[in-house]
């Protein structure tokens, strides 16, 4: 037997009814604020994370599926999206198309990551970019889209973060202060952090390894260090939070574990998901373009990790069961009109399915019973010569009698009034 590969999981039809309700909400979410979807590729030249993801980051040290091509080019899996839509806004000229301009995605992604609940190899994201604008009222139209999805699936435990990194001046400084701090913690601080104090000390902060959090608590605050137009960014981006009721509070030591992110950064977390609690983050990334080979162009987005969405999806969230119908047809005249039916009913919408291995009446029931079929259209070779079908409400075993030659319409009709019923109470 070839079994999956560790870290990777099939989503059965079982769980569809879940992906489908969050993904229908991103979608549609997304589009009311203005977005256009785009599709970027699930693997490009390893050069694009490198550069604009960072090379001392643990995506990019340790985390990435990279290969080499027939060619020899070095190739990466997409280890998250935004590298992927700055360049093909870059590549493609996008900037000269206004919709371009607010952009989200849904897809796959991929990192070698150890396995655990709400943490694998082949992850699931929805993510908006919003390009071209440095005022702070697009951070908060972005970090209000992200708190209004959450929402809207009514995720229990919700906590929404903030802090600024300023612009590359103010990190430049505060580093100079970082750096001279985290020197005096050197015997404290995990490998991975004494090997980054010189080339990326902001990572020691955001380390989840205990003794770093415990050595790093005294820190100097990066907040501190913002220069004035930074600090007036961010109370801009505040304020206009505190306007829409959004509730928020800072973390000095939220710096998220991309290289590019400036300015305003956020993550909101669950509390029902333990550990791994994160379940949305984002910021700024004014200086990204440039370093793609682009021009100067301000930006600012978040990714949503959508199977830890899934994992705090109140059942309570889920629509009610579609009605829908199984047709129990059998006999020499029964089948035929059953299979006549079963596509009058398709093609006015109408779920409806039958059991072609099933050819008497009690096994096509009990094959209706375990599909857990809310109605069933019985048929045979007696309705057929009386030209009528016996429609069974599978929950309350009540029946009624239609005109075969109708049945489709007087089935639809049927079920619309169940649902409107059902939509009133």
């Known amino acids: 037997m070839i079994r999956g590969i560790k870290g990777i999981k099939d989503i059965t039809p079982e769980q569809m009814p ?3 309700v969050v993904e229908q909400t991103a979608h549609a979410l997304a589009h009311s604020f203005g977005f256009h979807e785009i599709r970027i590729p699930v693997f490009e030249k390893t050069e694009l994370y490198v550069h604009g993801i960072g090379g001392a980051t643990d995506i990019v040290e340790k985390e990435m599926y990279t290969f080499p091509d027939k060619d020899g080019t070095s190739l990466t899996l997409r280890p998250e999206g935004t590298a992927g839509v700055v360049r093909a806004f870059i590549e493609r000229g996008l900037k000269t198309y206004q919709p371009s301009r607010k952009l989200y995605y849904i897809g796959p992604m991929f990192r070698h990551e150890r396995p655990q609940a709400g943490r694998l190899r082949q992850f699931h994201q929805f993510g908006v970019e919003f390009v071209g604008s440095v005022e702070p009222s697009a951070d908060v139209e972005v970090i209000t889209l992200l708190w209004r999805f959450f929402s ?3 995720l229990p435990g919700l906590s929404l973060e903030l802090n ?4 590359l001046m103010d990190r430049q400084t505060y580093k100079k202060d970082l750096v001279a701090f985290l020197k005096t913690k050197e015997d404290l601080l995990c490998e ?3 090997r980054r104090v010189d080339a990326n000390p902001l990572r020691a902060l ?3 390894v205990p003794r770093c959090r415990e050595a790093t ?3 100097p605050y990066l907040t501190d260090f913002l220069s004035p137009s930074s600090k007036e960014h961010f109370d801009r981006v505040l304020q206009g939070l505190q306007a829409l009721a959004i509730p ?3 973390n000095p030591r939220l710096v998220r574990g991309l290289d590019y992110y400036s300015m305003t950064t956020f993550e909101v977390s669950c509390s029902a998901l333990g550990a791994q609690n994160a379940i949305g983050a984002g910021g700024r990334y004014d200086d990204l373009f440039e370093t793609l080979g682009g021009t100067p162009t301000p930006a600012v987005g978040f990714a949503i990790g959508l199977d830890r969405v899934i994992l705090a999806l109140p059942e309570a969230t889920l629509p009610a069961r579609e009605p829908w119908i199984f047709v129990a047809s059998f006999g020499e005249k029964g089948r035929p009109a059953g299979l006549s039916l ?3 009913l398709r093609s006015k919408h109408v779920k409806a399915d039958t059991d072609y291995n099933a050819s008497t009446l009690k096994t096509l029931l009990r094959s209706a019973d375990r599909l857990g079929a809310p109605y069933v259209v019985i048929l045979g070779d007696d309705e057929v010569t009386n030209n009528q079908v016996i429609l069974r409400n599978m929950a309350t075993k009540e029946q009624e009698n239609y005109p075969l030659d109708v049945a489709s319409s007087a089935i639809l009709s049927r079920l619309r009034f169940q649902q409107t019923r059902r939509n009133i109470n």
């Open 248 to 250: 928020y509070s800072i």
């Open 192 to 194: 991975n952090c004494r």
């Open 217 to 219: 608590t005294e820190a």
């Open 206 to 208: 955001d380390c989840k």
């Open 164 to 167: 600024s990194l300023g612009v």
């Open 342 to 344: 079963l596509d009058s």
């Open 152 to 154: 809207a699936l009514r």
């Open 18 to 20: 879940k992906w489908s």
